[in-house]
């Protein structure tokens, strides 16, 4: 193709899009796009898998059978939602396997949040509160992208995100009605939780390198920092529904901007857990990894049978 | 076992969410044969009741059309318009036909 007709190719692609049709795997469409949606859904698909790690860790200790049961649920959606999107993301033309190794290898990201450790059941409230909060912010915006796969696979991902955030915040509230330690627990957990969560929605507006070809593409609606904004107004009543302090001294309603003004972010931090050095980063990894090969001779296992079933079936028909 | 290793194949997965409905496309999914890709699709695609059947059929056997043939595929459609109700002039007389 020449580079004239590519480029009428692109602008063609780019009309359609903005007319708010859809892109369907075969279609064509620009390198550019191709690769940026294989690095954005599979970062979002290692996100839910490593993501089921840190709750993982309370299965076994859930206080309960009610939260057992909503725990083991909720990390079993993100597994579901782990597996819509890697499907999503191979309809790109990129293999599971090669998935798996950008993940494993340390090549591809995933949401630094999951770098935090969860040390009492309290975290499970706060993430479910807080991170699925800032979660279903980030996401419910990608119903409406431009990728046909990516969007459908979100529609679902929204539909089953909301039972999670309100399990965290009964978990949450039911701690704060509790005893003292038991509200001390909880307001532990907002305090760590706090502003990692607010570290999910990315570097500010200005630092932001993606933000107007991703805007194009509808990849994203609003910024990072007017979702970061509209997390923090939705999210502060509710901190003040269970009487807890959100950790910011600088937190001030402003009846000018009818938004909350916060403090500054620490991005030295937020960058320290992009580049790997948060406090799991290295837990996380390894637990996949060996997740990965242990599991190795059970995919071998399943693959020899079915082959074996496969012939078996061949020789009875050509016996019968 | 073939010194290559083979992965588990590919599968796409469709589910009719309630008879006197048509099974539809819910996704896709890895599994080694048949059984496994129908026990998977329900954990990963029916968790909320959203089916009462499933069908998988191994995604090689899908044979699509191509978007670079759409014009001949499906625009001699569009000026067929005798094909629609619409095109045939009745008196108003006549009441739902």
């Not at chain 1, 857990?273 to 071998?300: F, Q, T």
């Not at chain 2, 819910?26 to 089916?51: C, I, K, P, Q, W």
């Not at chain 2, 191509?66 to 007389?93: C, I, M, W």
Request: glycine fraction near 6%; proline fraction near 4%.
């Amino acid at each position: 193709m020449s580079d004239k007709e590519v480029k009428n190719l692109e602008e063609m692609f780019e009309a359609c899009i903005a007319r708010d049709e859809k892109i369907e795997p075969k279609d064509w469409m620009p390198e550019k796009y191709r690769q940026t949606h294989i690095r954005q859904i599979s970062q979002h698909a290692h996100s839910e898998i490593v993501g089921m790690l840190p709750e993982g860790n309370w299965i076994t200790r859930a206080p309960s059978l009610r939260r057992k049961a909503a725990l083991l649920a909720k990390v079993q959606d993100e597994a579901g939602h782990g597996l819509y999107l890697y499907s999503a993301c191979e309809t790109l033309g990129i293999s599971r396997e090669e998935l798996y190794e950008q993940l494993h290898s340390g090549k591809a990201k995933y949401s630094s949040i999951f770098n935090y450790p969860t040390i009492t059941w309290a975290d499970i409230g706060a993430i479910g509160w807080l991170v699925d909060g800032a979660a279903i912010i980030n996401q419910v915006p990608l119903c409406n992208t431009s990728f046909g796969p990516y969007a459908r696979a979100m529609v679902r991902v929204c539909k089953e995100e909301s039972f999670h955030q309100r399990q965290g915040y009964e978990i949450m509230l039911t701690l704060c009605n509790g005893t003292e330690e038991q509200k001390a627990m909880a307001q532990d957990a907002l305090n760590r939780w706090w502003w990692p969560s607010l570290m999910m929605f990315g570097p500010t507006d200005a630092e932001s390198t993606h933000t107007e070809q991703s805007m194009k593409w509808k990849l994203k609606r609003k910024t990072n920092d007017e979702l970061r904004q509209q997390f923090i107004d939705q999210t502060v009543p509710q901190a003040d529904i269970l009487g807890i302090t959100v950790p910011d001294p600088d937190l001030k309603w402003n009846d000018e901007r009818g938004h909350y003004d916060f403090g500054e972010i620490d991005w030295d931090e937020f960058w320290q857990v992009v580049k790997g050095h948060g406090p799991c980063n290295k837990e996380r990894l390894n637990a996949r990894v060996s997740a990965w090969e242990e599991g190795e001779w059970v995919r071998d296992a399943a693959m020899a049978y079915a082959e074996k079933q496969e012939e078996r079936k061949a020789t009875t028909k050509k016996a019968s | 076992m073939s010194d290559k290793k083979k992965n588990w194949p590919l599968w796409e997965v469709f589910v009719r969410s309630k008879n006197g409905l048509e099974h539809r496309h819910f996704g896709s999914l890895h599994a080694a044969d048949a059984e496994m890709a129908l026990e998977n699709a329900r954990d990963v695609y029916t968790r909320r009741n959203e089916g009462v059947s499933i069908w998988v059929v191994e995604s090689k056997h899908i044979t699509a059309s191509n978007p670079s043939d759409n014009g001949e595929l499906f625009e001699p459609a569009q000026d067929k318009v005798y094909r629609h109700p619409t095109f045939y002039d009745l008196p108003d007389e006549v009441k739902h036909m």
